[in-house]
């Protein structure tokens, strides 16, 4: 059976009963797990897959946070919510969920605190570059610097705090009686048998729509024709049942894409070296934007380009300071990264024309020695210039994961189209509408795990103080 469905007459045999589903076990669902936990309540996490991973495991882990004591201890006093909020504003050129920004930049920061006071994760910040709009250091890691590690500290948490993640568990059916309670939920197991688990409250962290071509193609055609990298099995259940169930969907055409991802390997190459200092050339030669305006839209830049490829190139600096990135690491293990003495092994090793190659490179250099100004508007100063030796990869652009999806109210209940809220279904993560608007433009660089650990955090408070005290409290300890 595929996903996605709602039933509004709940079978009378049920298998299990708990008091929190929570559907997904990347860093939303586990998160709200044990947030949900926390307050005593009885929790189950179902997973689709057989070895939880989602997009959290595929992802770079960095999580902005702002006001946190691990920036006060790198000596990043003078960021608070409300500059992280007009960070997140200003992105999306004021097209954000207004209230959903604010709940995010607010809930953030004590919940990172939290995974580290109460579960034991550890938290870094790294300080060695910003970001396309962050005005401050505020990207937290788990020391590892990967997404993968950032779910494995989660799993151990949740494991220790024994929260039973049922794997092969794809959650197919959403029984509502009367379309405003969640009742229970349907499992379809991989050899097609069922199960029926009843529940009191419900967390969709089964993120967005990105695995589901056909979705892809009906809300974001502009994407739709390049790679999707993201978790293959988040294919828009969240999205499927909240339209069924008459939720307000919000932002369906924002995503988060990536104007650097190495081709044909696949593997991610940082967006630190744009900032740091390299630029993004086409098979022609020539620049094509502005490298710092952001690498969510870049990807559609990129994908622009002749054949939907573009180089990458920088100097043996960068390259030093890239090996720091795991990703990077293992894109030179695949062979990914090119190197050349000068700009004619770069025209060489790239197979781009070497007069145009060297025309743009020294176009580049009157810029970086603020001669000229940069006629797509990149300031160039500040960063010591290109010099040779060269290196090169060759990227094209990607869908990472999608952020719209169900409208959310402050204590991260799923809202109906009429403004009112569901009792006991709660959303976060890429299941519910993000904070980057309507467009590509939007994505702020960690808008995706900021939602995920935020909102996860918020609708496993909520959940489980619905079914413990029978009310909703606070949304921030
Ligand atoms: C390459 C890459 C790099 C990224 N880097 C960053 C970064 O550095 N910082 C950042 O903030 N964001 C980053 N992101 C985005 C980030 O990964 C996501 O925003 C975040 O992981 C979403 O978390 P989630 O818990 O909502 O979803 P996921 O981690 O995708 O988890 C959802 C889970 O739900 C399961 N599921 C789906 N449907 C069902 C169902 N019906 N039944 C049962 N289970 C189901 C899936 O199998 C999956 O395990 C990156 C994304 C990619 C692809």
């Known amino acids: 059976m595929s996903g996605g469905q709602i039933s509004r007459s709940v079978p009378e045999s049920i298998d299990a009963e708990t008091d929190v589903v929570v559907i997904g076990a990347g860093a939303c669902g586990l998160v709200a797990a044990l947030r949900a936990k926390a307050s005593g309540a009885e929790v189950v996490v179902l997973e689709r897959d057989a ?3 989602g997009s959290t495991s595929m992802s770079s882990g960095f999580v902005p946070a702002p006001a946190t004591r691990f920036q006060r201890a790198i000596g990043v006093e003078n960021d608070t919510p409300r500059r992280f909020e007009t960070d997140i504003l200003s992105k999306s050129k004021g097209k954000s969920a207004a209230s959903l920004a604010r709940l995010a930049s607010d809930t953030i920061g004590p919940a990172l605190e939290w995974l580290a006071d109460t579960h034991g994760l550890e938290w870094i910040v790294l300080d060695d570059f910003l970001y396309p709009g962050h005005s401050r250091h505020r990207m937290h890691a788990v020391p590892e610097k990967t997404g993968a590690a950032l779910e494995a500290r989660l799993l151990a948490a949740v494991e220790a705090a024994e929260i039973p993640v049922i794997t092969e568990a794809h959650v197919t059916t959403l029984y509502a009686e009367d379309l405003d309670r969640i009742a229970a939920i349907g499992i379809t197991r991989p050899d097609g048998a069922t199960e029926v688990l009843s529940c009191r409250a419900l967390v969709l962290a089964c993120n967005g729509f990105g695995g589901n071509s056909a979705l892809v193609r009906q809300h974001i055609p502009e994407i739709a024709d390049g790679l999707y990298y993201g ?10 049942w909240g339209e069924a169930l008459g939720a307000r969907v919000e932002h369906v055409s924002g995503y988060q894409g990536h104007g650097s991802l190495a081709h044909p390997q696949g593997i991610l190459i940082s967006w630190a ?54 990703d990077y690491q293992e894109a030179m293990a695949a062979g990914a ?24 490179l020294s176009e580049v250099a009157l810029c970086e020695s603020g001669r000229t100004t940069d006629p797509f508007g990149r300031d160039f100063t500040g960063k010591p210039a290109l010099a040779a030796p060269f290196h090169a990869v060759k990227v094209t652009g990607a869908l990472f994961h999608t952020q719209g999806g169900l409208m959310i109210d402050d204590q991260a209940r799923v809202v109906r189209d009429d403004g009112t809220s569901f009792v006991n279904l709660f959303a976060g993560g890429g299941a519910a509408c993000g904070v980057s608007g309507p467009d590509v433009s939007g994505y702020l660089s960690g808008n995706g795990l900021l939602t995920a650990i935020a909102f996860g955090s918020i609708a496993g408070i909520s959940a489980g103080c619905l079914v413990t005290t029978g009310s909703i409290v606070n949304k921030v300890d």
């Open 51 to 53: 070895s939880p991973s």
């Open 231 to 240: 978790h293959q099995g988040n294919t828009g259940d969240a999205l499927a």
């Open 273 to 326: 070296l744009m900032m740091e200092g390299g630029i993004q050339v086409n098979s022609e030669g020539l620049r094509f934007s502005n490298e710092h305006g952001g690498y969510s839209e870049q990807a559609v830049n990129v994908l622009a380009q002749p054949g939907g490829v573009v180089w990458n190139i920088y100097d043996a600096r960068l390259h030093v300071f890239a090996k720091g990135f795991p």
């Open 337 to 360: 990264i090119r190197e050349a003495a000068d700009v004619s092994e770069l025209a060489r090793v790239t197979g781009v024309p070497e007069a145009a190659l060297a025309q743009t």
